[in-house]
């Protein structure tokens, strides 16, 4: 089995800071691209940031010079740094993981559980 699981949710003032992190556990193969999405009540999954196995990182225009994604390869773990935080932040955040476990020859997609993420105004 694969599990890619959050931490570090939580409620923060606006202009305050956050760090979540995603560990994807199992029987993993190999990790292509790790990232973050985020979901508000009422809208629809939004894509935050996403990295390569490579370093390379993308963000959505909205997190842009405020969020900052990461990796640990040997740990199977991603991370966002969110600084400067709004209220229209408030999301439930999801990791998302394109990886191929070891019963597998293709990759698929994974998703965490989600993490709460409460921005006050």
């Known amino acids: 089995q694969v599990q890619l699981v959050e931490s570090g949710g939580g409620l923060v003032q606006a202009g305050g800071s956050l760090r979540v992190s995603c560990a994807a556990s199992?029987?993993?193969?190999?990790?292509?691209?790790m990232g973050w999405y985020r979901q508000a009540p009422g809208k629809q999954r939004e894509l935050v940031a996403t990295?390569?196995?490579?370093?390379?990182?993308t963000y959505a225009d909205s997190v842009k010079g405020r969020f900052i994604i990461s990796r640990e390869n040997a740990k199977n773990t991603v991370y966002l740094q969110m600084d400067s935080l709004k209220f229209e932040d408030t999301a439930v955040y999801y990791c998302?993981?394109?990886?191929?476990?070891?019963?597998?020859?293709?990759?698929?997609?994974?998703w965490g559980q989600g993490t709460q993420v409460t921005v006050s105004s």
């Open positions: 199992g029987r993993i193969f190999t990790i292509n691209t």
């Open positions: 998302n993981a394109n990886l191929v476990d070891t019963s597998s020859l293709t990759y698929r997609e994974y």
């Open positions: 990295i390569t196995s490579g370093g390379t990182k």
